[in-house]
């Protein structure tokens, strides 16, 4: 199982701090959480210059960037340029997006080099699995969001379970990521209904030993 160090943070020392610790872990990837305080109710930091600078001590570590923003299309080439692998849009934020559609996010999928990075789709607790089948043809990595968009600790959504499941029976070849409210035995359910990845934040670094509760969750 894939586990992902979820960094939430409001300024640039936090998310510094947990992207070594990620390293040192030995965790193959991290993912930033990006808020606006559109999307979300809250905002977090968002610099990717800061990122950039970091790439030296944090060279084992692939970086998947989480856009909880409104309009995805304006920061997406930044972070690719600061080295992201992954960066993740919300299918709520581009719905316009269908693969015959003329819109940034199709022109970006038919146009760059994807050797380099990949675009996920997420989707919120309440927006049907379902939504997701259009774009699965170009799009084969999915982020299904256990918990509101919000701060971390939130309680997981059981019916998520059941997107996992329907999503793994008709489309095999899809990639799912799970984040929000994963401990270790929302982790188990989660690796049960078929997810790939897993990514955590408040049990790891609410844990006294962050490296161990990582441990824990990769060795299930």
Known sequence: ?????????????????????????????????????????????????????????????????????????????????AGAKRIIVHLETVEDFPPEADSFLAKKLKTENLKHYEIGLAINPDTPAKKLVPYLNQIKFVQ?????????????????????????????????????????????????AGADILVSGSYIWSSSNPKEAFKKLFEL
Request: proline share 4%.
């Open 1 to 81: 199982m894939i586990v992902v160090p979820a960094i939430n943070c409001a300024d640039s020392d936090c998310v510094k701090e947990k992207l070594l610790k990620a390293e040192e872990f030995g965790a193959e990837w991290a993912q930033i959480d990006i808020a606006d305080g559109k999307f979300t109710n809250w905002k977090t930091w968002n610099n990717p210059e800061e990122i950039s600078n970091l790439k030296s001590q944090i060279s084992n570590l692939n970086l998947e960037i989480h856009l909880m923003i409104e309009e995805p299309q304006n920061v997406i080439d930044d972070w690719i340029k």
């Open 144 to 192: 299904i969001l256990a918990v509101d968009p919000g701060l971390s600790g939130q309680k997981f959504q059981l019916q998520v379970l059941d997107k996992i499941k329907f999503l793994k029976s008709n489309y095999p070849d899809a990639i799912i990521e799970i984040d929000g409210g994963i401990n270790l035995e929302t982790a188990k359910l989660c690796k049960e």
